[in-house]
């Protein structure tokens, strides 16, 4: 995909992983922690929506499934993953009425794995919002449908949680136009408001919430701003045309990604700030056709959005901007391309605990994984795909940094579900140099593979206090805990796997509130 590439081969990947190699130094920084796929009982092709990890680092994907012969369409699909191996914990299938066309759009996890699940149920056109609830279990708390006035297409298209157990979700209502509805559920599923917005054909892309409650839903008819009590704010277009993705700040500042028109009927990404007030405090447009800012993230220090753009070649690229938040000034640009004429899009930005950012999207059919620093320095980026098709549909991070992508995968008849987890340091890798180091905790294991079952932990970067070391076996049980003294990068730490079994370990280490995972391969 994108230069100095190097093939590797893990033993537990199927397809083909190229992981880039840093600053000429030959170090990986990316090794594949499991690969999922869900093919449905009833053939047909497979869709992915959300990629959402829990408290406990498990994995829950959300999509679509292709229903029973017969029924109509579709099915939601939701299927819960172990962290540690990636064992499928759970699958559910929700249904709404009989023979009806039931698709996922959104899903919202909460602090204790409670998922909700919105999107649309019924036959075309006369489509209702449906929104389900899952405890950690998988089984269903509740379900709630929205017809709207007009009996016309109602679909749920993004869904917010707040820590009352409240669910906002965030659509769009048929009535003489498509206009926005938002609406308030309690935690019993029973609804507490309901909101509509009439700016012309409106469809929201995206919700957030305030630090004081206060709901934000955009799209391309605008941002609005409800009390938390559901009345209605301010509406702000200005800076932008088409909204496709929005962030709040503790203030109740909102920024808004997404595009503006261009000449030669394409479009420019475009991103703005607006107080919590409703003024627009700035914004920029990134003078590049074919584009789109796709997702966005807040760091410590900057806000970054990535998306897309037409490169020099006239191919679209990666794209992946720092703002200043007060000023909207542009602090780096990174553009990742590649093959001649391949379409390079990101669908999503995440930042992590050590300040690290990542990108992820498609790109010539593979799913591909940039991570920068905080100041724009590349440290890695990592390519999986098939020999067919391959569409990342979403990206996420769990507690300890690990990467999780989900989307589809072409399967020789139709597509399937197809979800990567992956660390960001692989076995026995110490931390490279550049110019502003992650801030994130970090160790090496070395030797490894150890044939011996001896190994030394080695700290990648000060910590001060005490650290916890525990090694999970293949089973996720503790086959060894023990307390380190974290004082510094110098000293080794010796763990005595000898009388384990042969196979692969888990080492996660917790200091500080913070915590990583590494892979330890035992030989002997």
Same mark, same amino acid.
């Given at each position: 995909?994108?230069?100095?590439?190097?093939?590797?081969?893990?033993?537990? !990947?199927? =397809?083909?992983?190229?992981?880039?190699?840093?600053?000429?130094?030959?170090?990986?920084?990316?090794?594949?922690?499991?690969?999922?796929? &869900?093919?449905?009982?009833?053939?047909?092709?497979?869709?992915?929506?959300?990629?959402?990890?829990?408290?406990?680092? $498990?994995?829950?994907?959300?999509?679509?499934?292709?229903?029973?012969?017969?029924?109509?369409?579709?099915?939601?699909?939701?299927?819960?993953?172990?962290?540690?191996?990636? $064992?499928?914990?759970?699958?559910?299938?929700?249904?709404?009425?009989?023979?009806?066309?039931?698709?996922?759009?959104?899903?919202?996890?909460?602090?204790?794995?409670?998922?909700?699940?919105?999107?649309?149920?019924?036959?075309?056109? $006369?489509?209702? =919002?449906?929104?389900?609830?899952?405890?950690?279990?998988?089984?269903?708390?509740?379900?709630?449908?929205?017809?709207?006035?007009?009996?016309?297409?109602?679909?749920?298209?993004?869904?917010?949680?707040?820590?009352?157990?409240?669910?906002?979700?965030?659509?769009?209502?048929?009535?003489?136009?498509?206009?926005?509805?938002?609406?308030?559920?309690?935690?019993?599923?029973?609804?507490?408001?309901?909101?509509?917005?009439?700016?012309?054909?409106?469809?929201?892309?995206?919700?957030?919430?305030?630090?004081?409650?206060?709901?934000?839903?955009?799209?391309?008819?605008?941002?609005?701003? &409800?009390?938390?009590?559901?009345?209605?704010?301010?509406?702000?277009?200005?800076?932008?045309? @088409?909204?496709?993705?929005?962030?709040? /700040?503790?203030?109740?500042?909102?920024?808004?990604?997404?595009?503006?028109?261009?000449?030669? =009927?394409?479009?420019?990404? !475009?991103?703005?700030?607006?107080?919590?007030?409703?003024?627009?405090?700035?914004?920029?447009?990134?003078? @590049?056709?074919?584009?789109?800012?796709?997702?966005? !993230?807040?760091?410590?220090? %900057?806000?970054?959005? %990535?998306? =897309?753009?037409?490169?020099?070649?006239?191919?679209?690229? &990666?794209?992946?901007?720092?703002?200043?938040?007060?000023?909207? /000034?542009?602090?780096?640009?990174?553009?990742?391309?590649?093959? %001649?004429?391949?379409?390079?899009? !990101?669908?999503?930005?995440?930042?992590?605990?050590?300040?690290?950012?990542?990108?992820?999207?498609?790109?010539?059919?593979?799913?591909?994984?940039?991570? &920068?620093?905080?100041?724009?320095?590349?440290?890695?980026?990592?390519?999986?795909?098939?020999?067919?098709?391959?569409?990342?549909?979403?990206?996420?991070?769990?507690?300890?940094?690990?990467?999780?992508?989900?989307?589809?995968?072409?399967?020789?008849?139709?597509?399937?579900?197809?979800?990567?987890?992956?660390?960001?340091?692989?076995?026995?890798?110490?931390?490279?140099?550049?110019?502003?180091?992650?801030?994130?905790?970090?160790?090496?294991?070395?030797?490894?593979?150890?044939?011996?079952?001896?190994?030394?932990?080695?700290?990648?970067?000060?910590?001060?206090?005490? %650290?916890?070391?525990?090694?999970?076996?293949?089973?996720?049980?503790?086959?060894?805990?023990?307390?380190?003294?974290?004082?510094?990068?110098?000293?080794? @730490?010796?763990?005595?796997?000898?009388?384990?079994?042969?196979?692969?370990?888990?080492?996660?280490?917790?200091?500080?509130?913070?915590?990583?995972?590494?892979?330890?391969?035992?030989?002997?």
């Amino acid at each position: 995909m994108i230069s100095s590439l190097t093939v590797c081969r893990n033993p537990r !990947a199927v =397809m083909r992983i190229a992981c880039l190699v840093l600053l000429g130094t030959g170090t990986v920084l990316a090794d594949t922690l499991w690969t999922r796929s &869900y093919s449905g009982p009833y053939g047909g092709d497979e869709a992915a929506r959300v990629v959402l990890p829990d408290t406990f680092a $498990n994995v829950v994907v959300v999509g679509s499934s292709n229903g029973e012969s017969g029924t109509g369409g579709n099915d939601f699909v939701v299927i819960k993953y172990s962290w540690f191996h990636g $064992n499928t914990l759970w699958t559910r299938r929700i249904t709404g009425r009989d023979t009806s066309d039931d698709v996922a759009q959104a899903a919202a996890i909460d602090s204790v794995g409670v998922v909700t699940v919105t999107g649309q149920s019924g036959k075309y056109p $006369n489509y209702d =919002m449906l929104t389900v609830q899952l405890n950690p279990n998988g089984s269903e708390l509740w379900r709630a449908t929205y017809d709207g006035t007009a009996h016309g297409g109602d679909v749920g298209t993004a869904i917010a949680v707040d820590t009352t157990g409240s669910v906002f979700v965030a659509g769009y209502t048929q009535n003489a136009t498509s206009d926005y509805v938002t609406i308030k559920y309690n935690w019993d599923g029973s609804r507490a408001w309901t909101k509509t917005y009439d700016g012309g054909d409106d469809k929201p892309t995206d919700i957030a919430l305030g630090p004081d409650g206060s709901v934000y839903v955009t799209g391309n008819s605008g941002t609005v701003k &409800y009390s938390s009590a559901g009345v209605q704010q301010w509406v702000q277009s200005g800076g932008i045309s @088409h909204a496709t993705a929005l962030v709040v /700040d503790e203030s109740g500042s909102v920024y808004v990604t997404g595009s503006v028109p261009a000449p030669g =009927m394409t479009t420019y990404p !475009a991103t703005v700030k607006y107080d919590s007030a409703g003024t627009q405090k700035w914004a920029d447009v990134y003078q @590049h056709p074919q584009g789109q800012g796709a997702a966005l !993230a807040r760091g410590a220090s %900057a806000l970054y959005v %990535a998306g =897309m753009a037409e490169g020099a070649a006239g191919d679209v690229d &990666y794209i992946t901007i720092a703002y200043d938040y007060g000023t909207g /000034d542009t602090l780096w640009v990174r553009r990742d391309s590649g093959p %001649a004429g391949s379409y390079d899009a !990101a669908v999503g930005i995440a930042v992590g605990s050590d300040s690290a950012i990542w990108v992820a999207g498609s790109s010539n059919y593979d799913f591909v994984t940039v991570l &920068y620093t905080p100041d724009g320095v590349k440290h890695w980026v990592e390519t999986y795909g098939s020999p067919g098709d391959d569409q990342m549909a979403a990206m996420a991070l769990d507690k300890d940094n690990h990467v999780i992508v989900t989307g589809i995968t072409w399967a020789g008849a139709s597509y399937d579900l197809i979800t990567v987890a992956f660390d960001t340091i692989g076995p026995g890798v110490a931390e490279p140099p550049s110019r502003k180091p992650l801030s994130g905790l970090r160790f090496s294991l070395a030797p490894n593979p150890s044939v011996s079952g001896y190994a030394s932990l080695r700290l990648g970067t000060a910590n001060a206090g005490a %650290a916890k070391v525990t090694v999970f076996g293949a089973d996720g049980r503790a086959v060894l805990t023990q307390t380190i003294k974290a004082s510094g990068t110098d000293g080794a @730490h010796q763990l005595n796997l000898s009388r384990q079994r042969a196979g692969v370990y888990m080492v996660r280490l917790e200091s500080g509130g913070r915590s990583a995972t590494q892979k330890l391969v035992v030989e002997h």
